[in-house]
């Protein structure tokens, strides 16, 4: 493989690892052996006076949502009958590693529980998600070969999984279409059996890389990565990268469970101010911490650029920037790379931006709505309610891989075309594109994104 190709794959395994020594676990959060996502009636309420989905917070949205209009875009885009399904379900099998990614079955449920109450369902029938749990490489295979086996289950979705990835792939192959909703690890971009509508973990550090050689064009930039075989992967990624731009890369390491005062004595080791660029790689915990080292360090976003990835604009990073006294909702000045392409704190129709945040806001779940494993999955099932839709329940597996692969978009919160398929040796990516935005003085700068989008497409479409 070509040495780019190379450096990518260390990269996607480098985010696994983060991904790993990051995501936070509940002993009590096990994932069902098997959940149908139920019909029950409902009502959606928007207070179109101030653009609050439902009791949304006002950290969402930037602007009133319709209920009518966000309905319509979803019958027209799943190309559901309408009404609440009802009479014999239609399985779609989903392994995840429910663990460490629970936001990835949220998105799932709630994007089928819509389908179900609002849209008809798949043909007037009522979507059952089967959930099977996959934490080892065995359990990987357990639930490919449980779904492969089943003829009940016609579509077969893979989760975030941090192990198992390729032996459920592998299981599936040629049996079951795949579709990926959290692409994570290596097999999820390298695979034929999969696809998946947004580039996520890859898209996010290939993106920010671009970004920052692009538009933020540092002489010296500092990476704040975790001290371990991921962090290191990750300096070797960028390192080259930005080196091709004429950017020096200073590696800043820091244990995987890092508080401020470690990420403060480690960013002082190498002497901040020597750097026009700070670039964090951490997941949402993280980000508080250097947060937080960097207002002890005294270092201002708008005078010293600071880079990180839509992981770290969620809820906890929200209510971390309030309890420390930001007027606004997030850290002013920070840059948020993005691989769905779009600001999930805005709106849109056409996106499919505005239903998303309506069907949350409605569940009760508004705090979710800037989760991007949450966005990600429930896009992605709303695609698939789509594809099934539109074959005429010839749900075979030619078919369905057929309508699968040959979308070429545009995909419910998903920027930019689709050529799933396309790169030589990452045949799971479809999309390219990613967005980048910028948080400051209390509003958004969305500083890539509409016809300005990041193209990661000259490096994923390398030849191996």
């Not at 065995?138 to 009940?152: H, I, K, L, P, T």
């Not at 097999?187 to 050689?213: H, P, R």
């Not at 998903?414 to 999309?431: E, K, M, N, R, Y």
């Amino acid at each position: 493989m070509a040495t780019t190709g190379r450096r990518l794959l260390v990269g996607i395994v480098t985010l696994a690892l983060v991904a790993a020594s990051c995501a936070e676990t509940d002993p009590d959060d096990g994932a069902p052996t098997t959940t149908v996502a139920v019909s029950s009636s409902r009502a959606i309420v928007v207070d179109s006076a101030d653009g609050d989905a439902g009791g949304a917070p006002t950290t969402t949205g930037t602007g009133p949502v319709d209920p009518d209009d966000a309905i319509r875009w979803a019958l027209e885009y799943s190309g559901g009958v309408g009404g609440e399904a009802a009479g014999e379900t239609v399985k779609i099998g989903l392994a995840n590693n429910t663990s460490f990614f629970p936001e990835v079955d949220d998105g799932a449920l709630l994007a089928a529980q819509f389908a179900n109450d609002e849209l008809g369902g798949v043909d007037g029938r009522p979507i059952e998600i089967v959930f099977c749990l996959a934490v080892t490489a065995e359990d990987g295979a357990a639930c490919g070969a449980q779904f492969a086996n089943d003829d009940s289950i016609v579509l077969a979705l893979a989760g975030s999984l941090l192990a198992g990835n390729q032996e459920f792939y592998s299981a599936i192959s040629g049996i079951k279409p795949g579709y990926t909703l959290g692409p994570l690890a290596v097999a999820d971009y390298t695979t034929s059996d999969s696809v998946s509508y947004t580039s996520a973990a890859l898209g996010a550090g290939m993106g920010g890389g671009i970004f920052v050689a692009q538009d933020l064009q540092p002489e010296r930039a500092a990476l704040v990565v975790t001290d371990d075989a991921a962090g290191r992967g990750a300096i070797s990624l960028l390192e080259s990268e930005l080196s091709d731009a004429g950017i020096e890369l200073v590696a800043v390491f820091v244990p995987p469970t890092a508080t401020a005062p470690e990420i403060e004595s480690a960013l002082q080791s190498i002497g901040p101010e020597s750097v026009d660029a700070i670039l964090i790689g951490l997941f949402e915990q993280g980000c508080i911490a250097a947060y937080d080292a960097l207002q002890n360090l005294a270092i201002d976003p708008l005078e010293t650029p600071v880079s990180t990835t839509a992981a770290c604009w969620g809820p906890r990073m929200q209510e971390h920037a309030a309890n420390a006294g930001e007027s606004g909702l997030l850290p002013n000045g920070w840059y948020f790379t993005n691989p769905l392409g779009y600001n999930l704190f805005g709106t849109g129709l056409e996106s499919g931006l505005d239903t998303y945040r309506l069907v949350l806001a409605d569940a009760g779940r508004a705090d979710a709505v800037t989760n991007a494993g949450v966005a990600g999955a429930f896009a992605g099932v709303m695609s698939m309610v789509r594809h099934l839709n539109a074959v005429d329940g010839d749900w075979t597996f030619d078919r369905m891989n057929s309508e699968i692969r040959g979308f070429e978009g545009p995909a419910m919160l998903q920027a930019g075309p689709l050529d799933c398929g396309a790169p030589p040796v990452f045949t799971g990516v479809c999309s390219t594109r990613v967005s980048a935005h910028r948080y400051i003085d209390e509003s958004w700068d969305d500083v890539r994104a509409g016809d300005n989008l990041i193209d990661i497409s000259p490096i994923i479409m390398q030849e191996g």
